[in-house]
């Protein structure tokens, strides 16, 4: 069993307190501690006093608190999983960020390592979606504008029936940015216009085999490379 096995909630809290006021005055201070947790100075040195026997930090008679690299090491893998957490609850969850941030500090004590692996892997597949737009494979030093110009980019909502096109951009929130992904409308596929309703919404296209309807404000969204027919 290792020592961060032996960890409770209060005392991950502490260690990624404690790392916060490092790097920002690169010394930790009881007081600093305790007005960052908001609790006392005095529950501040028992807690202290807990974490030494467990060789997370180290403090000499009254002196500044130092994480050993045990505790920074451990520190640090707690913050990260929180500011994974958030980034999930912003970005793919479209959670207003100061519920995220409030959110995450709950979240991060109670999910499995296993958890925490899975969105990773989701956030990491998301941002490699992302990266793979045709802007990058053209000329990665063009400015965006130009190369938009110079490929005769379209919006989805421009392209008329039975016209197809290559997706090389999808602009829209993060929340509705996931609902595409999961519905295979990614940079790269091809899609076609199969009906427009009478009044131009929705639109129905044709993508990987699949037909699907989208709204014409999603479909501004979309941005795609006409495909002659």
Do not use: W
Not at 81 to 95: A, M, P
Not at 208 to 218: A, F, I, Q, V
């Amino acid at each position: 069993m290792s020592k961060s096995d032996f960890l409770n909630l209060a005392l991950e809290d502490y260690l990624k307190a404690m790392l916060n006021i490092y790097d920002s005055e690169k010394i930790i201070k009881v007081s600093e501690i305790a007005k960052k947790l908001n609790i006392s100075k005095a529950s501040v040195t028992q807690t202290i006093a807990k974490l030494k026997k467990l060789g997370f930090v180290n403090q000499e008679s009254y002196g500044p608190v130092t994480l050993t690299f045990t505790g920074m090491e451990t520190a640090k893998r707690i913050r990260d999983k929180n500011k994974l957490i958030k980034k999930f609850l912003t970005e793919i969850l479209d959670v207003d960020d100061k519920i995220a941030e409030r959110d995450a500090c709950l979240i991060e004590h109670v999910l499995s390592i296993t958890t925490i692996n899975k969105m990773y892997e989701f956030l990491k597949k998301i941002e490699k979606l992302n990266d793979e737009n045709y802007f990058g494979k053209i000329n990665i030093d063009a400015k965006e504008e130009e190369i938009m110009e110079t490929i005769k980019v379209k919006t989805l909502k421009e392209l008329g029936k039975g016209h197809k096109g290559k997706i090389i951009k999808v602009a829209a929130k993060s929340a509705i940015k996931k609902r595409f992904l999961e519905m295979g409308v990614t940079n790269g596929s091809e899609i076609e216009i199969t009906g427009i309703a009478p009044l131009g919404d929705p639109i129905e296209v044709l993508i990987r085999g699949y037909k699907l309807s989208l709204r014409k404000s999603e479909a501004a969204d979309i941005f795609v490379e006409e495909i002659n027919k």
